[in-house]
Structures are given as structure tokens and as C-alpha cells.
């Protein structure tokens, strides 16, 4: 059988009949929960964006304390205009908020599940010990 375009595209597969039988009998359960486009886009951005050595110390960083540009500038041994690029990509990608207090940004990490659950990856698979 062909594979077609029509078969490869996320959309709900439980009708769609795979190429090669192989006897997985939980197939057609997988194949309905394989998710959107548009979902993996955001996993794929996300995960993007910490494939860069610099912007995955920032963000590390950022998983544990509050700071401005050029205090995280500092700690990891950049410019503060390469700190702001990485944060800006950072922030679009939604891993870390930002906030004004007077002339001052402050950063930190985001406060979701992904985020939470990217930093713990990072210290699992990097074998760091989370100082807090």
C-alpha cells in the first residue's frame, strides 16, 4: 500500500489503514490520540529554543530565581545585548514572563506544567542537583 499525504497528516487516524501490518492490536487506539500539528509546532518551539547551549543555562537559571538582564549576564559570562536576544526567543517561545519594576526587567521561568516539566528534564538528564 502507498502512503499517502492523506495518511500522513495529523488528523484522527482510526480509519486509516497503515502500510505494513505488524500485529500491534493497540494500533488503531495509538494512531487516534497522535496529536495535531499545531501541537507539536509548540513542543518543537519550545524545544527549539533549549537546543541552544546559552539560552538553556539562561533558562536553567531562570527555573530558580528572578533576575535582571545584566545580573544573568553576569552569571552566565555574556553581553547583556546576547542575554536579551536569548530572552526575547525565550519569552516568545513562552518559557519565561517578564516583568517592569521602574527602568528594571526582572525574568524567571513561566509557571506551567511544560516548563516545570522541561526543567526537571534538564537536571535529570544533565545529572545537576537542583539547589533549591
Avoid at 497522535?34 to 509548540?42: L, M
Avoid at 530572552?87 to 513561566?110: D, H, N, P
Wanted: proline fraction near 5%; charge should be negative; glycine fraction near 4%.
Amino acid at each position: 500500500m502507498k502512503v499517502t499525504k492523506e495518511m500522513t497528516e495529523n488528523k484522527k487516524h482510526s480509519n486509516c489503514p497503515l502500510p505494513h501490518d505488524h500485529g500491534e492490536e493497540n494500533m488503531e487506539e495509538l494512531l487516534s490520540h497522535i496529536p495535531e500539528a499545531s501541537v507539536i509546532q509548540s513542543v518543537s518551539a519550545a524545544m527549539k529554543q533549549l537546543g541552544d547551549p546559552s539560552r538553556l543555562r539562561i533558562f536553567w537559571l531562570l527555573c530558580h530565581a528572578e533576575e535582571c538582564v545584566i545580573n544573568i549576564a553576569a552569571a552566565v559570562g555574556m553581553t547583556s545585548p546576547a542575554v536579551s536576544h536569548h530572552l526575547k526567543l525565550l519569552k516568545s517561545a513562552g518559557l519565561i514572563t517578564s516583568r517592569r519594576e521602574g527602568k528594571e526587567m526582572y525574568y524567571k521561568a513561566a509557571d506551567t506544567e511544560l516548563v516545570n516539566s522541561l526543567h526537571h528534564i534538564i537536571e535529570k538528564v544533565g545529572e545537576i542537583t537542583c539547589p533549591f
